[in-house]
């Protein structure tokens, strides 16, 4: 089965900087890649996702970017808030597979005022 | 439209115990997934329906843990006996039924039920 790798484990930011979150996978038929966001004790929340029929995707201050040579994906969060912080989780999925979800272990974002 | 709807949100039992929870995902919705998260880790798929079939239990421990979706809706996820490793939170989701090349659709979550085995 699919294999999703997310590094790094912890991050953390000054405030106004940018933030960058690496996945990796391992299923080249993987072509549905959705980012969630999960504050403590909350659900998580989807905040972008892509398609592998695209390479980058923005909303904001939040893109996503999608190398299916190299099978990874990355999240960017550019002038971090300290509402940003939050736990953030990737996922991938491929077509004809009942919509079944692969996550990575997480980031921990800590965006410091 | 209303949210996945999960209950109760906190549940605090002793070990071998038994348990129950219970999910109301998006109306329409045919998927419906029932996740483990431990603290510090990614969801771990336990069972996933699509309607009221089965479409993956792989890493259901059904030696103590079972699952139904009666009539493709609402959903139960039970816990007899429960053991101290399976203190963790336990989230449901749902996703709606697409064909084709739109068969990926994003999952919403419910906020998920703790639960701490003392």
């Known amino acids: 089965g699919e294999n999703v790798e997310q590094h790094p484990s912890t991050l953390s930011v000054q405030e106004g900087d940018s933030a960058v979150i690496k996945c990796t996978y391992s299923d080249s038929a993987s072509n549905y890649f959705p980012w969630y966001k999960q504050e403590l004790g909350k659900r998580p929340q989807l905040i972008i996702d892509i398609r592998s029929n695209v390479g980058e995707k923005k909303d904001q201050r939040i893109a996503v970017t999608l190398n299916k040579t190299a099978k990874h994906f990355s999240l960017h969060i550019t002038e971090t808030q300290p509402e940003d912080s939050a736990v953030y989780f990737c996922a991938a999925s491929r077509l004809y597979n009942f919509n079944k979800f692969y996550f990575g272990s997480g980031t921990k974002l800590n965006v410091k005022p | 439209e209303a949210g996945v709807a999960q209950s109760p949100r906190y549940k605090i039992i002793e070990k071998r115990q038994s348990v129950a929870f219970w999910c109301n995902p998006i109306s329409g919705h045919a998927t419906l997934y029932w996740y483990q998260q431990i603290l510090g880790q990614g969801p771990k798929l336990l069972i996933q329906f699509q309607n009221n079939g089965v479409v993956d239990d792989s890493q259901l421990p059904k030696d103590r843990f079972s699952a139904e979706r009666l009539k493709g809706v609402d959903s139960t996820l039970k816990i007899q006996p429960a053991k101290l490793e399976d203190s963790a939170v336990y989230l449901c989701?749902?996703?709606?039924?697409?064909?084709?090349?739109?068969?990926?659709?994003?999952?919403?979550f419910g906020d998920g039920t703790r639960l701490s085995i003392l």
């Open positions: 989701a749902s996703s709606p039924y697409r064909v084709g090349r739109l068969s990926n659709q994003p999952q919403h």
